[in-house]
T-cell receptor, first 112, second 115 residues
Framework: DAGITQSPRHKVTETGTPVTLRCHQTENHRYMYWYRQDPGHGLRLIHYSYGVKDTDKGEVSDGYSVSRSKTEDFLLTLESATSSQTSVYFC???????????FGPGTRLLVL | GESVGLHLPTLSVQEGDNSIINCAYSNSASDYFIWYKQESGKGPQFIIDIRSNMDKRQGQRVTVLLNKTVKHLSLQIAATQPGDSAVYFCAENMNYGGSQGNLIFGKGTKLSVKP
């Protein structure tokens, strides 16, 4: 998985609780991305980062926030989880725009 | 090809045969394309990429063909093996000025290899 780890790998939580997912890379790539993957949809971009403290919204950013205080870590937070956020979340890293993105192993999140 | 619902299109091939997986991309301004392989329970794995100044690119047992006229991308896998069974999807990078060109992903095709 190209030096990318995600934690936790599985999580079950209740509606209304906050959840934070962590992505850690050892590749020193500038770009980091959070995607969600759901049946019937391709991978959809939630948020991405193009440097420390530099982040921007993706296609499905509502209900999610991110932070990047270090090059190697990119956090995704669900401030108040909803059942519609039940999904598999993937982190990806890349060296630049129009360059390959490499994906982590994913976090499977179930919101009850 | 691209799926339109919960069920992915499936390509079933015999072990040892060649496989061709197709993808229609959406934007004529896209200039970078990637093929990924995703096995069950795992993250997408990079297979091969191609830029719009090329029509063909070869890797180990895989070839990607790009037809910009009809906005079509294909992945050819030679001598398909059971380990090639997975979902394959393409991604395109759209160049829209002044902003990050993020990848847009297709929904994928499931490749099933019969021994």
């Amino acid at each position: 998985d190209a030096g990318i780890t995600q934690s936790p790998r599985h999580k079950v939580t209740e509606t209304g609780t906050p959840v934070t997912l962590r992505c850690h890379q050892t590749e020193n790539h500038r770009y980091m991305y959070w995607y969600r993957q759901d049946p019937g949809h391709g991978l959809r971009l939630i948020h991405y980062s193009y440097g420390v403290k530099d982040t921007d919204k993706g296609e499905v950013s509502d209900g999610y926030s991110v932070s990047r205080s270090k090059t190697e870590d990119f956090l995704l937070t669900l401030e108040s989880a909803t059942s519609s956020q039940t999904s598999v979340y993937f982190c990806a890293i890349g060296s630049g725009v129009r360059e390959t993105q490499y994906f982590g192993p994913g976090t499977r999140l179930l919101v009850l | 090809g691209e799926s339109v619902g919960l069920h992915l299109p499936t390509l079933s091939v015999q072990e040892g045969d060649n496989s061709i997986i197709n993808c229609a991309y959406s934007n004529s301004a896209s200039d970078y394309f990637i093929w990924y392989k995703q096995e069950s329970g795992k993250g997408p794995q990079f297979i091969i990429d191609i830029r719009s100044n090329m029509d063909k690119r070869q890797g180990q047992r895989v070839t990607v063909l790009l037809n910009k006229t009809v906005k079509h991308l294909s992945l050819q896998i030679a001598a398909t093996q059971p380990g090639d069974s997975a979902v394959y999807f393409c991604a395109e990078n759209m160049n829209y000025g002044g902003s990050q060109g993020n990848l847009i992903f297709g929904k994928g095709t499931k490749l099933s290899v019969k021994p």
